[in-house]
Antibody, heavy 118, light 106 residues
Framework: QVQLQESGPGLVKPSETLSLTCTVS????????WTWIRQPPGKGLEWIGY???????NYNPSLKSRVTMSVDMSKNQFSLKLSSVTAADTAVYYC????????????WGQGTLVTVSS | EIVLTQSPATLSVSPGERATLSCRAS??????LAWYQHKPGQAPRLLIY???TRATGFPATFSGSGSGTEFTLTISSLQSEDFAVYFC?????????FGGGTKVEI
């Protein structure tokens, strides 16, 4: 059974960089697309972007200038960095998997709350 | 970007009853629409993909239909474990977008 687990600081200061890691267990990171999605409190879900195991990326234009994703196949992990954060970036962040770029996300992590505050 | 509008926001039903949830797209997404079930504190679960294909682990009481801009998720007989938030997602156009969700409550 594939499982995804997000990890990282729960509190980030404004203007700093949010960094999260998603660890994949029960399956290989190879051949899949790995995505980040977030949900601000009381709001809907927002797709942040995806990274293919080869390193190809596709980011949401609304966040593209601040987002960097990477993959570490040796650790079966992929990561998200979001720079210059503000309170508007406070959200539950989810990682998920898809079999292709244009496909539904078949496995998700349970999410991690990141709060941006001084 | 494509806007997905789900209705109703909250659906109050009794166990054993039928629930019908709607997801409307601002432009055609063909059949590239998924439904997810989300319970508090848990990972969202893929329920339906390709508008009507049920994902592994869900019983036949769940069914999806529609194409283009109008989609429906039907739960034919609600069980206690089915009370959750259901949200739709389109993956036909970038960026991928989501509906606001329907909370199915007792």
């Amino acid at each position: 059974q594939v499982q995804l687990q997000e990890s990282g600081p729960g509190l980030v200061k404004p203007s700093e960089t949010l960094s999260l890691t998603c660890t994949v267990s029960g399956g290989s990171i190879r051949l899949y697309y790995w995505t980040w999605i977030r949900q601000p409190p009381g709001k809907g879900l927002e797709w942040i972007g995806y990274i293919f195991y080869s390193g190809d990326t596709n980011y949401n234009p609304s966040l593209k200038s601040r987002v960097t994703m990477s993959v570490d196949m040796s650790k079966n992990q992929f990561s998200l960095k979001l720079s210059s954060v503000t309170a508007a970036d406070t959200a539950v962040y989810y990682c998920a998997r898809a079999a292709s770029a244009a496909a539904a996300w078949d496995y998700w992590g349970q999410g991690t709350l990141v709060t941006v505050s001084s | 970007e494509i806007v997905l509008t789900q209705s109703p926001a909250t659906l109050s039903v009794s166990p054993g009853e039928r629930a019908t949830l709607s997801c409307r797209a601002s432009q055609s997404v063909t059949s590239n629409l998924a439904w997810y079930q989300h319970k508090p504190g848990q990972a969202p679960r893929l329920l339906i993909y390709g508008a009507s294909t049920r994902a592994t682990g869900f019983p036949a009481t769940f069914s999806g239909s529609g194409s283009g801009t109008e989609f429906t998720l039907t739960i034919s007989s609600l069980q206690s474990e089915d009370f959750a938030v259901y949200f739709c997602q389109q993956y036909n156009n970038w960026p991928v977008t989501f509906g606001g969700g329907t909370k199915v409550e007792i």
